[in-house]
């Protein structure tokens, strides 16, 4: 069974810190690229961080770069966004999406972020 479970959400203050975790199982993780998404509701979904399936390249949305930094670790199926200096333009639901070359992909349930003070 195909599973890609994030976790590490939660609440954290302006300038906090979160490290998001996306675990996989039932497919070949080290074959996928990962994709970080989040979205707000009533708005639309936004590419956040990209991690390519050996970790050898990573690329990031503008406005995260410098904060937020993309990992992997194929031996443990595992891969993680972490986030720092967050602000509240931050919050959203975090989503993790594994894509094959072939564009076949996976997507996660999501992980709510909320940066208040």
């Known amino acids: 069974q195909v599973q890609l479970v994030e976790s590490g959400g939660g609440l954290v203050q302006p300038g906090g810190s979160l490290r998001l975790s996306c675990a996989a199982s039932?497919?070949?993780?080290?074959?996928?690229?990962i994709k970080w998404y989040r979205q707000v509701p009533g708005k639309e979904r936004e590419l956040v961080a990209f991690?390519?399936?050996?970790?050898?390249?990573?690329n990031y949305a503008d406005s995260m770069k410098g904060r937020f930094t993309a990992s992997r670790d194929n031996g443990k199926n595992t891969a993680h966004l972490q986030m720092k200096n967050l602000k509240p333009d931050d919050t959203a639901m975090y989503y993790c999406?594994?894509?094959?070359?072939?564009?076949?992909?996976?997507w996660g349930q999501g992980t709510q972020v909320t940066v208040s003070s």
């Open positions: 039932g497919f070949t993780f080290s074959n996928y690229a």
């Open positions: 991690i390519s399936s050996t970790g050898g390249y990573t």
């Open positions: 999406n594994a894509i094959a070359p072939s564009g076949y992909e996976y």
